[in-house]
């Protein structure tokens, strides 16, 4: 994950993109019953690409400094990414360019004014994170619905770390086994766009040493964004909850993502977070009466 690896991740990650497309998914003729290569060989991504065997071969090692749009969005193409594996591929080739050694510091705090637009979703549970799943801001029906993650002492919180070393995880995720694969790509994403970031590689290789499904999620180089879908929890105190989530930048937060659950209106669901954004009062006046006698 270092900046000494920048080759060894392009090389993996274009030879595992090639890797998945057979002649017939490319349109190409497969000559011969025999192949010793799995999916394309490197000539018919160049064929397909438009470029020269020997200039694939030099960004396939590694060595994507100098590679135009054109070129990269041609590759694309060949290669068939969408288009969480092409902001990839792009983000992969501006880390190699002149002056990208710099070290960017996702934020890990919110404005006083981002803060109150949380605790004004009231009916919603709403949280920000950073590009590292570092969750900096909450509002109270939140920090109720990921109490098990925060039960962990570490600040900032991460999500991440919560799905693949937490032993509450597989309980609380109904789909886990998904949202582990989802949160690994998500995170892959991220350390093309921030390769140097010190916080991400040491979080990186804290789940690499630790968990054996999060190496080999790590080595399959999947990438995906994390816009809208499906969560399905299994919440202590209110049981089973079927949501929809948003993920949205914030344009006045840069590196900064907004999430808001959501759930069908008059459903259990919905019944159940009435009944959560209740025990979360409860607890914090339960909270505020004990620090007040403390």
Known sequence: M????????????????????????????????????????REEVAMLAGVSIDYYIRMERGNLAGASEGVLDALARALQLDEAERDHLFALARAAGPGHSRRRTPPTSVRATTQQVLDAIS??????????????????LARALYAPMLADPRRPANTTRFVYLDPAAPEFFVDWAQVANDAAAMLRLEAGRNPHDPALIKLVGELSTQ??????????????????GRKRLRHPIVGEL?????????PFEPGLILNVYTAAPDS?????????????????LADEAANSLG
């Open 242 to 250: 079927d949501l929809s989530y948003a993920s949205m930048e914030l």
């Open 211 to 228: 968990s054996e499904l999060f190496r080999r999620r790590w080595a399959s180089q999947d990438v995906q964004f994390h816009r809208s």
């Open 2 to 41: 270092g900046a000494t690896d920048h080759r060894a991740e392009v090389r993996e990650f274009l030879s595992s993109r090639r890797a998945r497309i057979t002649p017939d998914q490319a349109g190409l003729p497969a000559y011969g019953g025999n192949r010793r290569v799995k999916g394309l060989r």
């Open 123 to 140: 009916d919603a549970p709403a949280w920000v994170r950073n590009g590292r799943h570092d969750v900096v801001a909450m509002n109270r």
């Open 268 to 284: 259990p669901t919905a019944d159940a977070l009435k009944m959560l954004a209740s025990w979360a009062a409860t607890q914090e």
